[in-house]
């Protein structure tokens, strides 16, 4: 059973679409990650939360620790968009800060 | 800052062979990790090293060999290579007061 799942796996959008990616984790965590993963393979770190909600430009990402699920929209999408999303968590309090990934979710947003 | 660099960006080896896979990071982080990434798979953790001197496990150690030289620097050894390594590898960093991870842009390693 895979501690961190994300849905969906792959989802095509088109340009101006509102887009939500999913997920759920079944571990006691500390903080969740979200991360993008460009065509070009680097990863680059979006967003990390351990309550709440945070915004960034037209990326917004929710967290319900109780129900331990996260979400990461977008608004208002763009082809540049198009990445791997990728969430992951830090399990547990003093814990070395390892992350948990998702196998994560792949968009494409046509024009 | 060039953040995290890692060489070669390619490899491909024969089975049997060995290499070094390196990475460097220039922003005075204290932990530094390796991850492989495989299609299907989320990103898994080889080892790390969370600061200069020690290295610990992750969760698929087997068949490689770190090294934290200093605290700039991480390396990944394949002693004998093996087509199940053939893999992306990522090195990532972070300071030890800020969760964060800051990745190196991967090495594509096949092994055949």
């Known amino acids: 059973k895979n501690e961190v799942e994300q849905s969906p796996q792959n989802l095509t959008a088109q340009e101006g679409e509102f887009i939500t990616i999913n997920c759920s984790y079944s571990?006691?965590?500390?903080?969740l990650h979200w991360l993008q993963q460009h065509p070009g393979g680097g990863i680059v770190s979006l967003f990390m939360?351990?309550?709440g909600k945070k915004k960034h430009g037209r990326l917004i990402a929710t967290i319900n620790i109780q129900e331990k699920h996260s979400s990461l929209h977008i608004t208002a999408s763009h082809p540049r968009d198009s990445a791997v999303y990728i969430c992951a968590v830090r399990a547990g309090w003093g814990s070395q800060g390892n992350l948990i990934f998702g196998k994560g979710t792949k968009l494409s947003v046509k024009p | 800052n060039a953040g995290v660099t890692q060489t070669p960006k390619f490899q491909v080896l024969k089975t049997g062979q060995s290499m070094t896979l390196q990475c460097a990071q220039d922003m005075n982080h204290n932990s530094m990790y390796w991850y492989r990434q495989d299609p299907g798979m989320g990103l898994r953790l080889i080892y790390y090293?969370?600061?200069?001197?020690?290295?610990d496990k992750g969760e698929v150690p087997n068949g490689y060999n770190v090294s934290r030289l200093n605290k700039r620097e991480f390396s990944l050894r394949l002693e004998s290579a093996a087509p199940s390594q053939t893999s992306v590898y990522f090195c990532a960093s972070r300071i030890n007061t800020v969760y964060e991870q800051y990745f190196g842009p991967g090495t594509r390693l096949t092994v055949t």
């Open positions: 571990v006691g965590i500390s903080a």
């Open positions: 939360l351990s309550s």
């Open positions: 090293s969370a600061s200069e001197g020690t290295t």
